[in-house]
Each structure stands twice: as structure tokens, then as C-alpha cells.
């Protein structure tokens, strides 16, 4: 019997294999095969290495490293079975589980789907330089070969791929991490957003298996695009779902992990997902849009138990799930924070769903109560105030007001409030004078200088004189029209002038 080494902590039960080999000084794969599973007729899997039941005799009854638990600790099985209808997923394990050739690579839908599986073995050198410090050898983790993710969440950089292709080629071989598969390259740092991602990916491997329906994940994201306000009559507001993960992953993001979203597409994966669930999806799907709804906020193995719990009937018949109602006064003031900020539809696509989707579930009387009350003085404003409607009402006032005096001399001085007031028109309307553009024109031409009031007044006390059949004196009609040598502007008193040489000859 072979003498397998103990897995260390996230290893493929591969890497273990190839370690042996390693260990044993084995260099031919066959014997390898032979001295692991009698049977050279095994294929080495990165993903899913079957033949468990085998594999665990050689730990001679080790409860930690019974077939099950290899299964779930030591290949990426738990990235694959809660997504997929759970006779599937069962079928596939007992296939695993068995002696016998699996066909997990497609039943668990990892070899069709959209989200591609790496084709080299990749690692992070950061990750490899602590293992070799705490174990005394490196080995392959499986944090690293994540489908459609080439990032390491512990170090927040990208993964860089060996030169260990996984082909059909190699089929039979477990091929080590030893120094000669490490590249000379530096990594680079990733964002914030997605380490967080590679994160979340890393707690889904770790999270025990749940028997999920399809009926069960299409009731979950009806509730999900409710619980974000974006149902209407019933029907998902795709385009609304769209632009919150859109907005919170960046098209060019999500184009790197083969998951571009397009809004003219009809059956873009986004929409497909949901809608009722004909198919499954890869975790990567599921993960990008709940991290987009719930940010910081997410947690995994409660939506997963959540989902379980479901009924596996239509969505349109299921209940809402009533949760106990928590007040906490924190997240509502950041509720009230950023909707002040950017509106209550503003603040789900700013990163806030999360907020959003948590006050629904625990504290939905506020919360609604709340975004009525922030949503009405927008609307009432928006609504009511027609700006040109009233431009054009008003000037109208104006017109027939200027009308009607510009033949009158004797009236005061006429400025913007004189004319406003006259015509039966708010004051408090001058203040918008910027959306009233034909009333200002108005004003720009009708309103009266100093210069042009005191003309009038001249003009006026000539007339006054000349009906008493007064002599026109400059002094009187001064004095007529309320102005003093001081106070005249010079075009009046040249004005004035003309008036009394002209009468005098
Ligand atoms: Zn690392």
C-alpha cells in the first residue's frame, strides 16, 4: 500500500498524488498508477480526481480524510454542487466516489459552460514562498485554478500560469509543483473589488454542500430583483438589474471574466439568470451579481441555506419570507445618508443594494416610509413647475400690463418688481428668472434707467405746464417733476433744455 502524504490544507487530492510521486521517487507516471490505484488506466484530474474510495484506503480509515471529505475539501466539487440540480449532483458524487470512469467534467457542467477553466496550472508566488516556509515543499492549491478567476485572495494579485498544461495529453500524469514549474514573473496587484470576488470564491469551497432546485434558484432571484425594487406588475426590470451590475463591475471587468453583459441581447446571461432557470449556472455567475447587490454585506452560506429552504413551486406563488424585524439605527442614518446624496434609485447603483436589500428584509415599514417621503418633494417639483408653461403666461401678464401704462406718463418708475407686482405676478417668481427666458427678454427691454424715468417725469411736467398755460422754466418744471439740479442725470438736463429753448422761440 502506498504511503500517500496527508493533504495539506486546500490542496487537490492531484497535487497530493504527484507529491507522492515525488516523495517516492517514482518518475514514471505508470507506476505512479500502479502503485496508487493498482490501475494505470486512471486519469489524473485537476478539477475532480476520482477513484476516492481508493484513495482513502491508502489513509487506512483516517476519519478526517474519509471519500466524502476529500471530495469536498480537496477537489473544486463544492464550486460545482449546489448550482446543479441536486440528482445530478448526486450522481456525479457517487461517480466520483466509486471506482468506476466519472463523467463529473460535464454532468456538473463545468466542460460547457461559458465561464472557461484554465489551461495551464497556475499559482501565486507569494503563497508558494509561504508554504515552503511553513511546510518545507510547495504543492498545488485549489484556491488557484478557479474557472474564469486567475486571482489569489489572500495576496489580492494575479495568479501566474506554469508551464503545467492540463490536456488530454498529460492525462495520466500528476505533475508536482517543484521548482522547475515556477516562472521568473512578477505579479501583479488585482483590485479591490475583485480580491474580493477571489474571496467570496475562496468561502464557497469551504462551504458544506446544499441540495438546491432550479425551481428553488429562479424563486431566489425573483425575490432578489424584488427585494431591489426592480419588479414591476410582476415583471423583472432586466435593464434596471443590468445597470446595477454593470455599474458596479465595469464592462471591461466583466469581459475578463467572460461575462459581458449586453443590454441589446435578449438572452444575455444576466437576463437568463433571471428568469426561469432552464439550465444551471458556474458560481462565477452567481457570485458577480450577489456581490454587486450586497457588497460587504454578502453571505454566502446564508443565501445558500436560504435557497434550500425555498418551495421548489413557480415563484409567483411563493409567500414572501418574513424576516424578524432588527432596527438598527446605523444603517438607517447611512440609508438616510446616501439617499440624500444620490436618491433612493441612485443609491442602489452607487454599491448601497446591499444596504437596501438588508433594510427590506429587516426593516421594511421604515424603509419604505422613508423612500416615500424623500421620493414626493422630487416628484411634486418635477411635476408641478412647468417652466415654459408659466414663461409663456407670465409675459403674456407683462405685455398686456406695459400695454396698457406706456401711454400712461404718470406712473412710478418702471423696474422688475413694479412691472411684476402690476402684473398680478409672485415675486417670488424673479428668483427663477433663469427658467423664465422670454420674461427676462421682457425685462431687458421694457424696464426703465434712471435716465429713461427722468425723461418721462420732464416730458410729463411740460405737458402739466403747457395745459396751464404756464411758461416752460426750467426751474418749474424741475420742480413739477420732483428733480433738483443735483439729482438730474446730464441727458436730462440737455433734454430739459431743448424743451425750454424750443417753447421760448
Ligand atoms: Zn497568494
Known amino acids: 500500500m502506498a504511503c500517500l502524504p496527508v493533504p495539506y490544507p486546500d490542496e487537490l487530492l492531484y497535487s497530493v498524488i504527484a507529491r507522492y510521486g515525488v516523495h517516492s521517487g517514482i518518475t514514471s507516471p505508470k507506476q505512479l498508477l500502479d502503485d496508487v490505484f493498482q490501475n494505470r488506466k486512471i486519469i489524473a484530474s485537476v478539477a475532480f480526481q476520482g477513484h476516492l474510495s ?14 466524502c471529505k476529500l471530495l469536498q475539501a480537496h477537489t473544486l466539487f463544492p464550486l460545482y454542487s449546489s448550482f446543479v440540480h441536486p440528482d445530478i449532483t448526486e450522481h456525479a458524487k457517487h461517480e466520483l466516489l466509486s471506482d468506476c470512469r466519472h463523467s463529473a467534467e460535464v454532468q456538473l457542467g463545468k466542460a460547457a459552460s461559458k465561464v472557461k477553466s484554465p489551461y495551464y496550472l497556475r499559482y501565486c508566488p507569494l503563497c508558494v514562498g509561504a508554504q515552503v516556509k511553513q511546510y518545507g515543499e510547495a504543492f498545488w492549491a485549489r484556491r488557484w485554478q478557479l474557472p474564469g478567476l486567475s486571482v489569489c485572495a489572500e495576496h489580492g494579485m494575479y495568479l501566474i500560469g506554469s508551464p503545467v498544461l492540463i490536456s488530454e495529453v498529460h492525462r495520466h500524469q500528476f505533475i508536482a509543483l517543484s521548482p ?12 479591490k473589488k ?18 438546491i432546485h432550479s425551481l428553488q434558484w429562479s424563486c431566489f432571484y425573483y425575490q432578489l430583483a424584488k427585494q431591489l425594487g426592480f419588479v414591476r406588475r410582476k415583471r423583472v426590470e432586466h435593464n434596471l438589474i443590468a445597470n446595477l451590475v454593470l455599474g458596479y463591475w465595469g464592462a471591461h471587468t466583466l469581459a475578463s471574466f467572460s461575462l459581458s453583459i449586453s443590454k441589446v441581447d435578449e438572452n ?40 434550500s429552504q425555498l418551495p421548489q413551486s413557480h415563484y409567483d406563488d411563493v409567500p414572501a419570507h418574513i424576516e424578524p424585524v432588527i432596527v438598527d439605527q446605523v444603517r438607517r442614518t447611512e440609508w ?26 429587516h426593516d421594511k415599514q421604515w424603509l419604505m416610509q422613508f423612500n416615500q417621503d424623500s421620493v414626493r418633494p422630487s416628484i411634486v417639483k418635477i411635476n408641478k413647475v412647468d417652466w415654459p408653461c408659466r414663461d409663456k403666461k407670465y409675459v403674456k401678464q407683462l405685455i398686456s400690463l406695459i400695454n396698457e ?12 418688481t413694479w412691472l411684476v407686482t402690476h402684473a398680478s405676478i409672485p415675486l417670488s417668481q424673479i428668483k ?27 416730458a410729463l411736467a411740460c405737458i402739466d405746464s403747457l395745459k396751464k398755460y404756464e411758461q416752460l422754466k426750467a426751474w418749474r418744471i424741475e420742480r413739477i417733476a420732483g428733480l433738483s439740479k443735483e439729482r438730474t ?11 425750454v429753448k424750443y417753447e421760448a422761440s
Not at 481508493?54 to 480524510?65: C, E, K, P, R
Not at 516562472?183 to 483590485?191: E, F, K, Q, V
Open 194 to 211: 475583485v480580491a474580493m470576488l477571489a474571496a467570496y470564491a475562496q468561502q464557497l469551497l469551504n462551504l458544506p454542500e446544499q441540495r
Open 489 to 499: 442725470r446730464p441727458i436730462v438736463s440737455q433734454l430739459l433744455g431743448y424743451a
Open 268 to 307: 444575455n446571461w444576466l437576463r437568463c439568470l433571471f428568469r426561469k432557470h432552464r439550465k444551471s449556472f458556474s458560481y462565477l455567475q452567481h457570485l458577480i451579481v450577489w456581490q454587486a447587490c450586497y457588497e460587504q454585506q454578502l453571505d454566502l452560506a446564508e443565501i445558500l441555506f436560504e435557497v
Open 54 to 67: 481508493q484513495i482513502s484506503i491508502h489513509y487506512q480509515g483516517n476519519a478526517d480524510l474519509t471519500p
Open 432 to 458: 427663477h428668472l433663469e427658467k423664465l427666458p422670454l420674461c427676462k427678454l421682457f425685462f431687458e427691454k421694457y424696464c426703465e434707467s434712471i435716465e429713461e424715468y427722468q425723461c418721462r417725469r420732464i
Open 405 to 416: 401704462v406706456e401711454t400712461q406718463l404718470d406712473s412710478d418708475r418702471h423696474t422688475v
Open 336 to 361: 438616510q445618508h446616501v439617499v440624500a446624496k444620490f436618491g433612493v434609485k441612485g443609491a442602489r447603483n452607487q454599491g448601497f443594494a446591499g444596504l437596501y436589500i438588508w433594510l427590506y428584509r
Open 180 to 191: 522547475h514549474v515556477l516562472l521568473h514573473s512578477s505579479p501583479r496587484l488585482t483590485t
